[in-house]
């Protein structure tokens, strides 16, 4: 135990200096901030505008309007928050465990009465902590950007961070797991290539669960098969309650418009339990990985 | 005299189609003793050394490192290991490698009050604020020694500890070895600077291609009226095919008027 937390300690001092995450966490920060700035003006001014209804139908309710613009404006923060969670994500993959292997720092590190479990115990809690402590102040600042334009939607915006934190500790972990077999920018490409086959995956699933394509037997089984062989982006409520609220607002009442239900139900609703399990199961073997990786490696 | 570590047929190749980079390698060091393993460049030294660290799997033999296999923590908890090109979190202080290296090593908050300084201070590290990033070849290793006898080792092991090293490093170095051998803890010194060796050592194997050559006292290798140096390349080149020793053309050659 005294090992795991002296090694977590000294490369969450070591990541702290790293200047490739200082300068993603500042970009995250500029960018969420700026982001949230250019789409609130622009919403505030230009789109309510555009909401004027079709031609000879009442005009949109503008609680609606309001209730859609801040769905997207939210939609547009996590996305951004997304975005830089990733590159942090890859960051911290790429240096946490794969410096210290390559300059020879393991050779001194493992000739001290440390075992591998406690060097990759350590390395991996460190790891997730930066990126908690990371993508957690960008999420903070994402959210005090919503609450500058008005809030209302935190819950909806701490939800959808949370589920992006963990699906950014996945990709690290795969960066992490792949960068002890091989060079980290080769562990990083894979890992993104495979990251976006999964979200293919997903999303080709999700549609097959709709039943939007169609009912060939052998498609829709490859495709469940193939679900549970790659991690599952959890998801929050936001992406369905963008949609609903777009369909409504665009829904004109005593007429016949879009099916709310069948409208959102190929869009990935909220993560149940199965998909938190399966989440909580793919890290759990990704950092299994990483220590078999880390146990075999000769220094 | 039960020894701190002891090897026996030891061998080790790091590819299937590799020859063996250690093949067969035999020997003990007891404590108090200074045993020097010398060799050429690519002999086997350092695959040796790592081995008994527990860095590296031999492929065949038996290693007892204070009793236990290489990999008990308990035993690698007697260990100092200074390797040839140390490095280290390359983002932290001379003091916080220390500090890290002492946690590993379980000190607790007391002891380390009182080593860590005078360990920066042994190694001439005392004043350096730069991370480990910004340090020279010889600081480095400096760090790699103070590293190492930091546990205050039974066993240390030296893998070319002045390679990198200024002429005082290196007589600190050899003062270091002797004040331990005389407080009773084993050295194990691999080098190819044999003058260094035969300064310090009681004990030497002479390691080409894996083998061991010869090995015994320095009075048993080393007849007198010889060198070490003189019995060292006898052995390595008896051992390798003949190599001829001319400089390059474009040396010799004279230049054209």
């Not at chain 1, 829709?220 to 409520?237: A, F």
Request: charged fraction near 20%; glycine fraction near 8%.
């Amino acid at each position: 135990m005294k090992g795991t937390l002296a090694v977590a300690r000294f490369t969450l001092i070591d990541l702290s200096r790293r200047r490739i995450l200082l300068v993603f966490a500042i970009l995250g920060a500029v960018g969420i901030a700026g982001i949230g700035t250019i789409l609130k003006i622009f919403s505030s001014t230009f789109a309510g505008a555009a909401f004027t209804g079709s031609p000879g139908s009442a005009p949109p309710d503008p609680a609606k309007i309001n209730r859609f613009l801040d769905l997207m404006f939210v939609s547009d923060l996590v996305g951004a928050l997304g975005l830089f969670a990733l590159l942090i994500a890859f960051g911290i993959g790429m240096t946490a465990i794969y410096h210290d292997l390559e300059s020879g720092a393991a050779v001194a590190i493992f000739s001290k009465p440390v075992s591998r479990f406690a060097f990759t115990a350590g390395k991996v809690a460190a790891a997730a902590v930066a990126m908690i402590v990371i993508v957690g102040l960008l999420s903070i600042e994402a959210m005090l950007v919503g609450l500058l334009f008005g809030g209302g939607l935190e819950q909806t915006l701490v939800a959808e961070a949370v589920a992006q934190v963990a699906n950014a500790l996945t990709l690290m972990l795969i960066v992490l797991a792949l960068s002890t077999w091989m060079n980290n920018i080769v562990a990083a490409i894979l890992a993104f290539i495979y990251n976006a086959a999964a979200g293919v995956v997903v999303a080709l699933h999700n549609q097959s669960a709709a039943g939007n394509l169609g009912d060939n037997a052998i498609l829709n089984g490859g495709l469940n098969v193939l679900y549970w062989l790659v991690p599952h982006q959890l998801t929050s409520d936001a992406p369905r309650e963008l949609v609903k609220a777009e369909v409504e607002l665009f829904s004109t009442p005593g007429q016949p418009g879009p099916d709310v239900s069948q409208a959102v139900a190929s869009v990935p609703g909220p993560s149940d339990l199965t998909d938190i399990l399966w989440w909580a199961f793919v890290v759990i073997l990704f950092a299994s990985l990483v220590y078999v990786a880390v146990r075999r490696r000769q220094v | 005299m039960a020894p701190v570590v002891s090897v026996e047929a030891l061998r080790k190749r790091y590819r299937r189609r590799d020859p063996w980079a250690v093949d067969g390698v035999t020997f003990a060091l007891e404590p108090g003793q200074a045993f020097g393993l010398l060799g050429p460049n690519g002999s086997g030294k350092t695959s040796c050394v790592k081995m008994i660290a527990g860095l590296l799997r031999p492929d065949g033999g038996v290693i007892s490192l204070f009793g236990a296999k290489p990999g008990d923590p308990a035993a690698r908890a007697q260990l100092g290991f200074a390797p040839e090109e140390p490095d280290f979190p390359k983002f932290l202080r001379a003091r916080e490698v220390l500090d890290y290296f002492a946690s590993l090593l379980g000190l607790d908050e007391d002891e380390r009050k009182r080593r860590i300084p005078e360990t920066l201070a042994f190694a001439g590290l005392d004043q350096e604020r730069r991370q480990v990033r910004q340090f020279s070849k010889g600081m480095k290793q400096r760090l790699g020694i103070a590293q190492a006898i930091l546990g205050r080792p039974k066993l240390l092991i030296l893998d070319e500890p002045t390679a990198d090293l200024d002429p005082m490093g290196r007589r600190d170095v050899r003062a270091l070895i002797e004040s331990l051998k005389a407080s009773g803890v084993a050295v194990l010194l691999n080098s190819h600077l044999l003058s260094e060796v035969e300064l310090v050592c009681d004990t030497v194997a002479i390691l080409a291609k894996g083998h061991v050559l010869k090995e015994g006292t320095m009075a048993e290798v080393v007849p007198e009226g010889r060198t070490l140096e003189d019995v060292f390349v006898e052995l390595v080149q008896a051992s390798a095919p003949p190599k001829h020793d001319n400089l390059p053309s474009f040396i010799t050659d004279k230049e054209d008027q």
